[in-house]
């Protein structure tokens, strides 16, 4: 591994990194704007894929036979005049089985006649009789139940979360800026939802509950640094809230690398091995979402609840003032620093340039210079007497050299 390579390594988890996540929020406003400007639209558009809970239909369970496909089995049901709304392999080894999904059928369809015609071509496609063709009726409002049960349960988690972050960081600002990424993070999954088309289920609404409370936790880490780190800053002006709010993000940006990555190697491994690689769709629904959603926590924890708690901040004047106050004391400092002698001789000498990177080094080299030269509780005096001298009761110091013989 090369030297600097090494280095960023070590830098990033001291949580010594400078990456300035605050100073450029503008930039990540705008492309947090793009993406769910997209997500809209593709909701508006294209809208969901909702799966027989939500919909209604007819689901078909066969069992797996050796020189079976399941698209041999799903061209079967749809050349009975059938729409197949989903396929998909259940289950695994020898209790492997084929579900086919239809959409409900028409008052003249839904007949006896119908559905025996829709079990035999299954039974003739998958080799198996037609006793084995597993048939039931889906309605769907019982998709419509868990939707509103969801919806509850969205509703009072969000409160709860609210007055939680509210006491804990003492302030409404807080909360607005968590509620705010949370709104974010369901946008973007459920806008890619749409653009993917995956079907939703039951699966998909709980996994979006799910992400709620793992972004919420990788937000309420940052938000606790930030409130560390900005104690006592109204009477401090040697840093911004903008500045503080950013070093903690720098601070725990390897924990929530290491969150997020942990995270999402499962997530990943039911999402592409078990659905992609495997065939096992009803994998999919659950792991898409949760994958979609852990990164977009991960990414709104980071780059927009902390710069969005920043500006909220500022809309306090006492943080404006506060910041006005820093910004007028290093400007006092540079021009102090800038009509000393040094700096002078190095504007006479051509060299501007290494005269202003000075400049800025040199207040902080003031500071340390200064803290290390202050004097410690208890410390004594730099300066002593000499060896051997002593003071007489005028307080004065009569020195003769040590080992030196008194005169008679």
């Known amino acids: 591994m090369p030297a600097a390579t090494g280095s960023v390594y070590r830098r990033l988890y001291r949580g010594e990194t400078n990456i300035d996540f605050v100073g450029q929020r503008k930039k990540w406003y705008l492309a947090s ?67 086919i999904r239809t959409e409900r059928l028409s008052d003249q369809q839904a007949d006896l006649k119908q559905v025996a015609k829709v079990r035999a071509a299954l039974s003739t496609s998958a080799h198996v009789a037609p006793n084995d063709v597993n048939e039931q009726e889906v309605s769907s409002s019982w998709g419509g139940e868990v939707t509103q049960q969801a919806i509850i349960a969205l509703v009072v988690f969000l409160v709860v979360v609210s007055i939680f972050m509210a006491f804990r960081f003492r302030d409404a600002k807080a909360a607005g800026a968590a509620l705010l990424a949370l709104f974010h993070d369901l946008l973007l999954t459920a806008g890619v939802y749409s653009i993917v088309h995956f079907e939703v289920t039951p699966g998909t609404v709980v996994g979006l509950l799910t992400i709620l409370g793992y972004s919420l936790y990788d937000t309420v880490v940052v938000f606790d640094k930030v409130d560390e780190n900005t104690r006592g800053l109204l009477g401090s002006t040697r840093h911004t809230y903008a500045e503080a709010a950013n070093l903690a993000v720098n601070q725990t940006l390897m924990r929530s690398i290491n969150t997020s990555l942990i995270g999402l190697l499962p997530v990943a491994g039911l999402l592409f091995v078990g659905a992609g690689l495997l065939g096992v769709g009803t994998l999919q629904d659950l792991a898409l979402v949760l994958f979609v959603g852990m990164i977009t926590g991960a990414y709104s924890s980071l780059f927009l609840a902390t710069p969005w708690l920043v500006d909220f901040k500022l809309f306090d004047p006492r943080y404006r003032n506060q910041a006005q106050r820093v910004l007028t004391k290093r400007t006092a400092d540079a021009a102090r620093a800038a009509a000393k002698p040094g700096a002078r001789v190095a504007a006479a000498t051509g060299s501007e340039d290494e005269a202003a990177a000075d400049d800025d080094d040199l207040q902080p080299r003031v500071d340390e210079l200064a803290t290390s030269a202050a004097p410690r509780v208890g410390a004594k005096p730099a300066g002593g007497r000499p060896t051997g001298a002593k003071r007489t009761p005028a307080g004065r110091a009569t020195g003769r050299p040590a080992g030196g013989k008194r005169r008679h």
């Open 33 to 99: 704007g793009i993406l769910i400007a997209i997500c809209v639209l593709a909701m508006v558009f294209r809208g969901f894929l909702f799966g027989i809970e939500f919909s209604g239909g007819d689901q078909y369970q066969i069992p797996v036979k050796p020189g079976t496909t399941l698209a041999q089995v799903r061209a079967s049901v749809e050349s009975t005049g059938v729409a197949v709304s989903s396929a998909q392999i259940a289950g695994t080894g020898s209790g492997q089985s084929y579900v």
